[in-house]
């Protein structure tokens, strides 16, 4: 007989896909009446509607729309960054995204305040995140990376959640 | 195997996993779980500070305010720079009038009745947070309880009980009701594992039917007991008034499957615990009684640049945000710099290399809240629902009722969203009126009177805002364990303090147990400090 703690990690684990799966069958509905409301004329089209997110893994695919949902809230839809008190910076014809293992390493380890976004996705969304930046914003890096080389870059130990 | 309530052991184990894994991660999430008892000391004491000593406070927001109080109050010159035009920092409170910029120049707005607010930030204050309450005390900030556990608020799941809201009081009635029961199955038939003398099991019997509402039976069933927890189909009345009817518990099957037991805990965790306060009015009056208690003291609309230390004092170099203009350059012995680590991890600070790495190693959480102000209270009204939280698995999370004025004519605004993790990523990343629209959209889905009754919403992403670029400090227990010493000595005349500084990160007890530890270290070190030479 398997050590009952396992028993229940396995049956919690078989629970949480069943219910990430669930999810998605649920989403599809909501995203089509979230479409058919519709972002109002002239919108630029930056915002991706519905939210699609659960709270621990977001569940695009594309790194275009990735990085509409999470990098645009910092580094701005045209990839600029901001200034405030601070600054957030310019993602932009960033001469750092020539070395693709770095943007992973951020995205996976966070940098400064940036916290470790990597930490809501899998290697695959990782790499197509990493991918979009690296070939948009006046920057034009032609090596694409896969979710095998997310893999090669070491991940902290994560906050907590 | 199925006993004859038709839970298997293996749902049992499922259900205690899931309620662990739920508490774990609720835990993580708000990233709160560091809390401990107050270091509260009671009125700090500085005395023997030595004459004509200055000190330069950057941020007014809790830490700078409380650092900025105890050490004019000991007899030191202070000045304090704040980037924004009014005092508290994230201690904030948005009202009608009010006008917010982002980082990325969207401007809300707010045009809520007057009275009416969110905190944008904290909005709580647990009763164990003896340094904040001590100063609302002292600075004649009135509180009143906060409502964290409403039994009339709702749980909500998108697939549970075809999306209805599920009110707080079945879910938990039933769902303690249904473990006492299968509990006291298997103490009757000496299923549990460890050894219980005959008489801890009567004990423990009696324990569970009245922990549980069970009937004689050790049964949960449609009961007086039951109903006496979870509420009547039909209330007790007066006179001639109809007679009570009892309701009827939620299945077992259909609870366990539902996922909402995992809200159940919340407010039984130490932060959470009632009594919960909040200033009457807003939080950002405690930040206003400081703020008239400091008068002049504070230098508003000031964007620091630099901060440079050397032997004989401190420089920070800083321009007027609002007018813009030339750099100048404040003069200091000593510097309490309370920037939250997002901000001076960007700002150049000559520090040792050890505290310099801590700067630039903690991350910063992302958060989102949303205003919502509609026609007229009809969560009261309509659903007797008088304050507290629902929870939710939308993407809002949570709707939070207003602690305060219960039963007043009018409009109302409540917290359409308060949300953490991947959500609160995708919420920030949209333009702020894409943010109340969602907020709205979701929000219709628990309460339909959303539709005919919204009028106006304002919504910060914490990662927005121009002066914080985040919600809070994320420690791990790596970087913490690398860097939380290093961030927190006094490096040459420059403290830090801050809720990053602290154990209760997120929180304003945080920040002020933080404040009120730097400067006692900063003021015994200024006390034995040799004088610098002139230059």
Sequence with gaps: MSHPNRAMLIQVSRIVRKQRTMLLFMLLPMAVLCRAEGAPAGDTGQTLIPTSANARQFLYQDGGQLYRAICQGCHMADGKGAQGAGAYPALAANPRLAAGLYAVNIVQNGKNGMPPVGRFLDDAQTAAVVNYVRSHFGNDYRDVLTAADVKQVAVRPRPGF | ?535
């Design chain 2, 1 to 535: 195997m199925k006993n004859s309530t038709g839970i298997s052991r293996r749902d049992l184990l499922a259900m205690i996993g899931k309620t662990a894994g739920a508490g774990a991660m609720y835990q993580a999430m708000t990233t709160l779980g560091f809390a401990a008892e107050s270091g509260y000391q009671g009125t700090l004491k500085l005395d023997g500070a030595p004459k004509g000593k200055t000190i330069l406070i950057l941020g007014a927001g809790m830490a700078g305010l409380v650092a900025a109080y105890e050490l004019r109050n000991a007899g030191y010159s202070v000045q304090v720079l704040e980037y924004n035009a009014r005092a508290g920092g994230r201690s904030w409170t948005l009202r009608g009038g009010d006008t917010y910029t982002e980082l990325g120049g969207a401007t809300q707005h707010c045009e809520f009745d007057p009275g009416l607010y969110i905190n944008p930030g904290p909005w709580r204050i647990p009763y164990h947070h003896h340094g904040v309450l001590d100063y609302c005390k002292r600075l004649g900030v009135a509180l009143e309880p906060f409502v964290q556990v409403n039994y009339n608020a709702m749980l909500h799941s998108r697939s549970a009980y075809g999306g209805r809201p599920q009110r707080f009081r079945h879910v938990q009635a039933d769902f303690h009701g249904h473990v006492a029961e299968l509990l006291g199955k298997a103490v009757q038939s000496n299923r549990l594992d460890q050894s219980l003398t005959v008489e801890d099991a009567e004990k423990l019997l009696v324990a569970l039917r009245q922990w549980g509402a069970l009937d004689n039976n050790y049964r949960y069933t449609k009961s007086y007991a039951s109903s006496n927890r979870r509420g009547f189909d039909v209330d007790p009345g007066g006179g001639t008034m109809p007679q009570i009817e009892l309701s009827t518990p939620l299945d077992a099957h259909g609870l366990i499957d539902s996922g909402l037991w995992q809200h159940l805990a919340v407010g039984t965790e130490y932060d959470f615990q009632t009594s919960i306060f909040q200033p009457l009015g807003g939080m950002d009056m405690i930040a206003r009684a400081f703020q008239r208690e400091l008068g002049g003291l504070i230098r508003f609309n000031s964007k620091v640049n630099a901060i440079h230390q050397d032997e004989r004092g401190v420089a920070v170099s800083y321009v007027d945000s609002k007018s813009g203009g030339s750099l100048q350059t404040a003069h200091a012995d000593w510097c309490v710099c309370t920037l939250p680590l997002s901000i001076l991890s960007q700002l150049p600070i000559n520090v040792g290399p050890a505290m310099d790495a801590a700067i630039h190693d903690v991350p910063y959480d992302a958060a989102v809240k949303i205003g919502l102000q509609f026609k007229r209270r009809f969560w009261e009204l309509d659903e007797q629902i008088y304050g507290g939280i629902t929870y939710t698995d939308l993407p809002i999370e949570r709707i939070g009722y207003p602690s305060t004025d219960f039963g007043k004519p009018g409009k109302g605004v409540l917290l359409g969203a308060y949300v953490f993790g991947a959500n609160a990523y995708e919420f920030t990343s949209m333009a702020p009126q894409e943010r109340v629209r969602q907020a709205v959209a979701f929000g219709t889905q628990i309460h339909p009177q959303y539709a005919k009754e919204f009028e106006t919403g304002i919504a910060v992403g914490w990662h927005r805002v121009p002066w914080a670029n985040g919600c809070y400090g994320m420690w791990s227990e790596d970087r913490r364990r690398a860097h939380y010493q290093n961030l927190c000595e006094i490096d040459g005349r420059i403290v830090l303090a801050g809720e990053h500084a602290s154990y209760i990160p997120a929180w304003q007890e945080g920040a002020v147990l933080s404040a009120l530890d730097a400067i006692q270290r900063l003021h015994a070190k200024i006390k034995t400090a040799p004088e610098p030479a002139k230059s």
